[in-house]
């Protein structure tokens, strides 16, 4: 009698756990949506890295990229807030407990429009958080209008030509004090995946710009947030490699060439230089290549900018070890004889 053939275990990660732990539910969002392809790279950059998933918070405010954080990681903790409200709510949810991951996925409109308050703030602030703005250049939600990181000249499916200025989160995160910044593309597999798992490992804000094509409404000629655009005009300044704390292997990038930044949980990210003399460490520098790229109408990814020594906001504050959502009333209710000491200095 035959006998059936064994089933082969799956592959599993460092935690023993499959990628199905890593996934979400179901896409709803247009059939080749960029956002999709971002939220395939974090699935993949969580389950490499190992990182448990309830030990995940994943945030968003509103717009199709707001969508994108249940299409991952079902089984970590999840908040939608209100538009443009996402940063205030990470906050408060990461100093209540600073032991969790903070991942945040926004777009353009939520962040550089109604949120563009609450972005600069966080920023600033270096909170210990992932920010990935899924950028495609249109309020896809509201019928393909220019979001506020269209470019000039750039062009809609109607023919409308966009006159006002972009705004660039890139730089504009640099000079506010992010600590990890840079920009992607959905399309290019292997830079994201680097960048996400860099991006895991680093302590500080991430802020991470990803290109991401609208399919509906912004992926035709005269976009510069298309396919094919990105496709021409994108000029990367290093090509990453990334080692795990946990995985000592080397890397192919011939010595002299490469910058080699320690993240603070022990791993190493590897730049290798493709702009002459390009230091991401050096921030004056890192703004002035994106305002020189702008003007060459140039679409430059990679890790502009990385800085592991800055404090983060949690150290700021001084913060004990154990959350703050979890500390007992006892260690955070002042005692009668405290109130009448406070009352009788007034």
């Known amino acids: 009698m035959a006998t059936a053939s064994a ?21 709803t969002l247009c059939a080749g949506c960029g956002h999709n392809a971002i939220s395939e790279r974090i699935i993949d950059a969580l389950y490499e890295m190992g990182v448990q998933p309830e030990r995940v918070m994943k945030l968003s405010g509103i717009g199709c990229s707001s969508k994108s954080p249940a299409y991952f990681l079902s089984r970590a903790h999840s908040f939608n807030s209100v538009h443009g409200r996402m940063p205030a709510v990470a906050t408060g949810a990461i100093l209540a407990n600073h032991t969790m991951k903070a991942l945040g996925v926004s777009g353009d409109g939520d962040t550089a429009s109604i949120g563009m308050g609450q972005f600069v703030h966080m920023m600033r602030r270096n909170l210990p958080m992932i920010y990935i703005i899924e950028d495609n250049g249109v309020y896809g939600l509201t019928k393909g209008q220019f979001s506020a990181t269209a470019d000039i000249g750039s062009k809609l499916k ?66 510069t947030k298309s396919y094919k655009f990105m496709q021409e005009y994108d000029e990367p300044i290093n090509e990453l490699g990334f080692v795990p704390s946990f ?93 009448d000491r406070v009352m009788a200095s007034l």
């Open 247 to 339: 995985d000592e292997i080397d890397v192919d990038y011939d010595a002299g060439t490469t910058t080699e930044v320690a993240m603070h949980d022990g791993s190493r990210l590897r730049l290798r230089k493709l702009l002459e003399d390009y230091d991401p460490t050096d921030k004056v520098q890192a703004v002035r290549t994106l305002m020189e790229a702008h003007e060459k109408n140039e679409v430059l990814t990679g890790v502009f900018y990385v800085n592991t020594e800055a404090p983060t906001f949690i150290d700021q504050l001084n913060l004990v070890n154990e959350p703050l959502g979890q500390l007992a009333e006892s260690k955070t209710k002042p005692g009668k004889d405290v109130l």
């Open 158 to 223: 109607t023919g409308v030509i966009n006159d006002l200025p972009a705004i660039d989160t890139c730089s504009l995160a640099i000079q506010l004090g992010a600590t990890f910044v840079g920009r992607s593309f959905s399309g290019d597999k292997k830079q994201l995946l680097s960048m996400l798992k860099a991006a895991i490992a680093h302590k500080g804000t991430v802020m991470l710009d990803v290109i991401s094509p609208c399919v509906t409404f912004n992926d035709h000629e005269g976009s």
């Open 7 to 27: 089933v082969p275990a799956p592959k599993v990660n460092r935690l023993g756990l499959p990628i199905l732990e890593y996934r979400g539910g179901k896409s």
